[in-house]
T-cell receptor, first 112, second 114 residues
Framework: GQQVMQIPQYQHVQEGEDFTTYCNSS?????IQWYKQRPGGHPVFLIQ?????EVKKQKRLTFQFGEAKKNSSLHITATQTTDVGTYFC????????????FGKGTMLLVSP | NAGVTQTPKFQVLKTGQSMTLQCAQD?????MYWYRQDPGMGLRLIYY???????DKGEVPNGYNVSRLNKREFSLRLESAAPSQTSVYFC?????????????FGPGTRLTVL
């Protein structure tokens, strides 16, 4: 079945440093979504990428979808303590109805 | 709007006991999902309901059953709980088909099976 791999599993940075998490799918994706889960909370949708090579920005967060639509990345510039949490990518195989396959997530810890 | 609500928030069961986790959404979404989250394992899909009247197995359905009671409610039942089912359970809902097909998650149920 479809697999979505995410690295690293965990990263600890100092406030102000940059952070990147990478997501790779074993199959070509129709689209990919990113979610953030704060400690003790539930996943919250951040963004969806659909087009090959797409780049989207949300303030300090930059999301990319690979040309082959099999990989994606999330980059945070100048991390803040509010960025703490686990970031999940989730891939969708078909453009019609299909379920999401989540990566295992990257836990980000930011020290002040 | 309350969004997606789940009950109970916490539950402790003994091996072999049964229970039903309740989920309701007030966003008029077509699709609903049950996930489990274990440390280091991400979110794994247990069952889903693409639309009212349909249910399908996800990645890890063994030991669970579901009921899509109506468009708003989707319940998850553990008939005979096992320690391996200790986990955090999240219910989610989505419009399905609309861009983007965002999933909205409930607050979760933390289940411990002794």
């Amino acid at each position: 079945g479809q697999q979505v791999m995410q690295i690293p599993q965990y990263q600890h940075v100092q406030e102000g440093e940059d952070f990147t998490t990478y997501c790779n799918s074993s199959t070509t994706l129709s689209n990919i979504q990113w979610y953030k889960q704060r400690p003790g909370g539930h996943p919250v949708f951040l963004i969806q990428l659909v087009k090959s090579g797409e780049v989207k920005k949300q303030k300090r967060l930059t999301f990319q979808f690979g040309e082959a639509k099999k990989n994606s990345s999330l980059h945070i510039t100048a991390t803040q303590t509010t960025d703490v949490g686990t970031y999940f990518c989730a891939g969708r195989k078909w453009s019609g109805y299909s379920t999401l396959t989540f990566g295992k997530g990257t836990m980000l810890l930011v020290s002040p | 709007n309350a969004g997606v609500t789940q009950t109970p928030k916490f539950q402790v069961l003994k091996t072999g006991q049964s229970m039903t986790l309740q989920c309701a959404q007030d966003m008029n979404h077509n699709s609903m999902y049950w996930y489990r989250q274990d440390p280091g394992m991400g979110l794994r899909l247990i069952y889903y309901s693409a639309s009212e009247g349909t249910t399908d197995k996800g990645e890890v359905p063994n030991g669970y059953n579901v009921s899509r009671l109506n468009k708003r409610e989707f319940s998850l039942r553990l008939e005979s709980a096992a320690p391996s089912q200790t986990s955090v359970y999240f219910c989610a809902s989505s419009v399905a088909g609309g861009p983007p097909d965002t999933q909205y998650f409930g607050p979760g149920t933390r289940l411990t099976v002794l």
